[in-house]
C-alpha cells in the first residue's frame, strides 16, 4: 500500500504510528513558532503604537509653543510699534510748535502787527514751584522769551523724564503760540510722516485734532483713504487743561508688524517644515521596519517549513531503514536512499541559496564580466527547466540578431535568467508559456521575458523586487520560496549598471523587461 508523504511516496514497512508521530513533532514545532511569533508581533504592534503616540504629542507640543511663541512676539511687536508712534507723535507736535515760534520770531511783514509776547517761566531749585505769567502783547515789536536766552528748543519740555511741571510749561506755551499762529494739521502730519519712516514705519496715517471728548476741530484724513483696521496713540493734551487734543491713528498696522517680524516668521516657517518632514520621515521608517519585520518573520516562518520537510522526510526514511530490514526488499531500499538524496538535494539547494544572498550583499562583491553569447546560455536553463518542471513547459527563443552578445558576469547572469524563469514557471497555472527575446538596442542588450503565469497585482508590482517581500495571500503559502528571487535578480542587474522593469496583470502573465548596456 502506497502513503503520500510531502510530495513523494513510499511503500509503507513500518507502523503507522511513526509517520504521525514525525507530522505531530513537525506541527508541534510550527505551532510553538506561531505562538511566538504572535506574541512577538502583540508586543511589536504595542511597541510602534506607543512610539507614534509620543512622537505625535511631542511634534504638536513644539507647534503649540511655536505659535503660543510667535503670538506673543506679535503683541509685543505691536506694543513696540504703538510706543514709537506715540513718542514721534508726541515729537511732530514739539517740532511743529518750534517751527511756527521761528517763524513768528523772523515774521516782519507789514501785515502783522508788531508787539511783543512775553511768557516767562522759572522753577525754584528749593521747592521746584512753577509761575506763569499772563502773555501781554506789545506794538513795537515781537520777542520770544522761553526759559533762558540759550535754550530755545521748547520739544525738550516734554521729554518723558521731564516733571508734570515742564509738561505744563509745554502746555502754556502751546496755548499762547497757537492763538498767535494755529497750528496746521497738515504740517503735524507731514512732521509725523517723516519720523514714522525714519523709524521703518511705512503706514498710511492721519491725525484728529479734537476738542473734548468728540467734538472733531480737524483731521489729516483724507477722502480716499481708507481707515479700516487702527492703531491710535494717546490722546496729547496741547493746552493747559487738556480741552483740545491730538491723536494719530496708523491704518493696517499689522502689516507693519508682520514685516518687522519677517525673519523670524520665515525662521519659524523653516522650523516647522524641517520638523513636519523629519516626522514624516521618521513615521515612514518606523511603519517600513514594521513591514520588513514582519516580512522577516514571515521569512523565518516560510523557512522553517521549508527546511524542517526535507529534514524530516530523511529522518523518517532513515528510521525506516534502521528500524526495518530492507536487504530483500532491493527495490524498496533503492526508493528510500532515491528519497533521502531527493531531499537532501532540495535542502542544499535551499542553503546555498540564503548563503548566495548573504555574499551577493558583500561592497566589495566583484563581477567577472566576459563577452559571450546569450542564446547558449538559455537554451541550457530552459532544458534544465523541461527535465525538472512538474508541469508541462514550453519556450520560445528569439535572437535578434541570432548571435547576440552580452558583457556581463556569465555566472550570475545565468542565475538571473534562472532565476526568473523558475518563478514563471511556480507562479503559473497547470501549464506554461514563457516567451524569451533578446534584441540589441541602442541603449544597450534587452531581455523580455513574458509568461502567461497567475500574474502580479497592480498594487504589489512596486514591492516584488524587495527582499524577502510576497505578494500576500494571507497566510497560504501554496508557493515555495524565500523571496529572495528577484531582490537577487535587481540587485545584479544593477551591478551591471543596467535595469530591470515589470509589466503585468492578474491572471494575464507578465512581462519582465531587462536591459544591460553594452561594453564601451
Not at 321 to 336: A, D, G, H, I, L
Request: glycine fraction near 6%.
Amino acid at each position: 500500500m502506497i502513503y503520500p508523504f510531502g510530495q513523494y511516496k513510499y511503500r509503507q514497512t513500518t507502523p503507522t504510528f511513526m509517520l504521525p508521530l514525525c507530522n505531530l513533532l513537525l506541527f508541534s514545532v510550527t505551532t510553538g513558532m506561531n505562538g511566538d511569533k504572535s506574541i512577538y508581533l502583540c508586543n511589536m504592534k504595542l511597541q510602534m503604537r506607543l512610539i507614534l503616540i509620543f512622537v505625535s504629542l511631542s511634534v504638536l507640543g513644539i507647534f503649540f509653543f511655536q505659535g503660543y511663541w510667535l503670538w506673543n512676539s506679535y503683541n509685543i511687536e505691536k506694543q513696540q510699534i504703538g510706543r514709537i508712534i506715540n513718542e514721534t507723535l508726541q515729537q511732530a507736535i514739539n517740532e511743529d510748535l518750534t517751527n511756527r515760534m521761528e517763524k513768528m520770531k523772523n515774521d516782519t511783514t507789514a501785515g502783522a502787527p508788531h508787539g511783543e509776547v512775553e511768557f516767562n517761566f522759572s522753577m525754584d531749585s528749593t521747592s521746584h514751584a512753577a509761575s506763569q505769567q499772563t502773555p501781554r502783547r506789545y506794538y513795537s515789536r515781537t520777542r520770544l522769551q522761553l526759559f533762558n536766552e540759550s535754550d530755545s528748543s521748547v520739544f525738550q519740555a516734554y521729554k518723558p523724564e521731564n516733571t508734570p511741571m515742564m509738561r505744563m510749561a509745554f502746555k502754556g506755551i502751546w496755548q499762547a503760540i497757537n492763538g498767535l499762529s494755529p497750528v496746521d494739521i497738515e504740517k503735524v502730519d507731514s512732521l509725523w510722516s517723516t519720523l514714522l519712516k525714519a523709524e521703518g514705519i511705512h503706514n498710511a496715517h492721519f491725525i484728529d485734532f479734537t476738542l473734548g471728548k468728540d467734538t472733531l476741530l480737524a483731521s489729516s484724513l483724507s477722502d480716499d483713504q481708507n481707515p479700516g483696521n487702527l492703531l491710535p496713540t494717546q490722546k496729547i493734551g496741547v493746552n493747559t487743561d487738556d480741552s483740545i487734543a491730538m491723536r494719530g491713528f496708523i491704518i493696517a498696522p499689522e502689516e507693519t508688524v508682520i514685516k518687522q517680524m519677517g525673519p523670524l516668521f520665515l525662521a519659524s516657517f523653516l522650523l516647522i517644515i524641517i520638523t513636519t518632514a523629519c516626522y514624516i520621515y521618521l513615521i515612514r521608517t518606523i511603519l517600513r521596519q514594521k513591514t520588513i519585520a514582519q516580512i522577516k518573520n514571515d521569512f523565518v516562518n516560510n523557512m522553517t517549513h521549508e527546511l524542517k520537510t526535507p529534514i524530516t522526510i530523511t529522518y523518517s526514511a532513515i528510521d525506516a531503514m534502521q528500524t526495518f530490514n530492507f536487504v530483500e526488499q532491493k527495490e524498496t531500499r533503492e526508493e528510500y536512499f532515491t528519497l533521502c538524496r531527493q531531499q537532501l538535494k532540495h535542502l542544499s539547494g535551499l542553503v546555498e541559496k540564503i548563503l548566495s544572498m548573504a555574499v551577493d550583499e558583500r561592497k566589495n562583491f566583484r563581477l567577472l564580466k566576459e563577452t559571450f553569447r546569450i542564446k547558449p546560455v538559455i537554451e541550457s536553463l530552459t532544458l534544465q527547466f523541461k527535465l525538472k518542471a512538474e508541469k508541462p513547459v514550453s519556450f520560445e527563443i528569439t535572437c535578434e540578431p541570432e548571435d547576440v552578445t552580452v558583457y556581463a558576469d556569465k555566472l550570475h547572469f545565468t542565475n538571473v535568467i534562472s532565476n526568473m524563469l523558475d518563478n514563471s514557471i511556480k507562479y503559473s497555472g497547470k501549464s506554461v508559456y514563457i516567451s524569451i527575446r533578446a534584441v540589441r538596442t541602442e541603449k544597450g542588450i534587452q531581455i523580455d521575458l513574458a509568461d502567461n503565469g497567475i500574474g502580479i497585482p497592480s498594487s504589489q508590482s512596486g514591492r516584488i523586487f524587495e527582499r524577502f517581500y510576497r505578494v500576500p495571500k494571507g497566510n497560504i503559502h501554496d508557493v515555495k520560496g524565500f523571496g529572495l528571487g528577484l531582490s537577487y535578480v535587481k540587485d545584479i542587474i544593477e551591478r551591471h549598471n543596467g535595469s530591470i522593469s515589470v509589466e503585468s496583470r492578474e491572471k494575464e502573465g507578465s512581462t519582465f523587461t531587462i536591459l544591460i548596456p553594452e561594453k564601451k
